[in-house]
């Protein structure tokens, strides 16, 4: 497979532009070395992922291109050209890998395939394996599209799936069901969930094989009594975060791609994000995260999402 200067692939006989490419990968390598990394430490907000991302897309398009071309899925996958080698360089076991799936509000926009996907379950290991060159994830999380940690939900007495309809209830067992057979074969040891309610807690508990062992909550919200007192009773482990509800909106995506492409190379201006990976890689004997990195997952509206990966679970 060769690459050049017009935003063109070839593959045997066949030539690829970037532009036509109905999914993409992109990798946006190891944000730690970005030299503004502290700016981005206080608040709410989504600024690390989206100067990441840009910053991989102008790289791509202004020094000497390195995509690739999955040909069997139709994938064109962009590296971080100045941080692409990720492997660890030590034993797997001196390693803590925590990764955490983004669901999004376009990561379906099929009336045909549920919503959220199970597929990206999948789809986010598999290229998590790749850039970091392992077979086992310590933690891994899910945020389900719009779910805030509401004290109300807590309070109110409800024995709701706090405003799940039995539909979206039903999808989100469908991930975890994915997940689950990571965990059995050992390539994930933890499984855990973000912004959970006691309430729905209880509700997914009840309805799955294999119980979350985290639960990811806003840092504003970490000091609900009675989240804290059933974390404890069932063994979960809370842990706290600073992300938004929705990371990458497909405005931002579609903004970051428009301000990037050029009249030589560019992507298709339709791209939406499908969901986001978020990963930390920290030293243990140290505590000292060495890497974190994001993966976005992009594609047109007509493209389909049910692509999936050989991954030995």
């Not at 706290?240 to 995506?253: A, N």
């Amino acid at each position: 497979m060769t690459e050049n200067n017009e935003g063109q692939t070839s593959n045997g006989n066949s030539v690829i532009k970037t532009s036509d490419a109905a999914r993409v990968i992109v990798y946006t390598g190891n944000v730690m070395k970005q030299a503004n990394i502290n700016s981005f430490n206080s608040g709410k907000n989504n600024q690390e992922l989206v100067s990441a991302l840009t910053d991989t897309l102008k790289a791509y398009l202004y020094t000497k291109p390195m995509w690739t071309f999955d040909k069997v899925n139709g994938i064109l996958e962009i590296p971080d050209p100045f941080y692409f080698d990720q492997k660890l360089t030590e034993d797997r076991n001196e390693y803590e890998i925590t990764a955490k799936l983004f669901y999004l509000p376009s990561s379906s926009t099929s009336v045909i395939e549920p919503s959220p996907p199970p597929q990206y379950v999948a789809q986010s290991i598999y290229h998590l394996f790749k850039v970091l060159g392992i077979n086992t994830i310590d933690t891994f999380i899910v945020y389900f599209n719009g779910l805030i940690f509401n004290y109300s939900d807590e309070v109110d007495g409800s024995s709701s799936n706090d405003n799940f309809t039995k539909s979206d209830f039903d999808n989100l067992i469908k991930v975890w069901t994915e997940l689950e057979k990571f965990h059995v074969n050992n390539r994930i040891h933890k499984l855990g969930v973000s912004e959970f309610t006691k309430n729905r807690l209880e509700s997914f508990i009840n309805a799955v094989e294999i119980s979350p062992k985290v639960n990811q909550i806003n840092i504003i919200d970490c000091n609900n009594g009675e989240i804290l007192e059933f974390a404890k009773k069932n063994d979960i482990e809370l842990l706290t975060h600073r992300d938004p509800t929705v990371i990458l909106p497909s405005k931002t995506f579609r903004n970051i791609i428009e301000e990037t492409n050029t009249n030589k190379i560019s992507l298709n201006n339709d791209l939406l994000p499908r969901w986001v990976l978020k990963y930390s890689v920290m030293i243990k004997c140290r505590g000292v995260v060495a890497n974190k990195g994001y993966i976005v997952m992009g594609s047109t509206p007509n493209s389909g999402l049910n692509f999936t990966y050989t991954i030995d679970h």
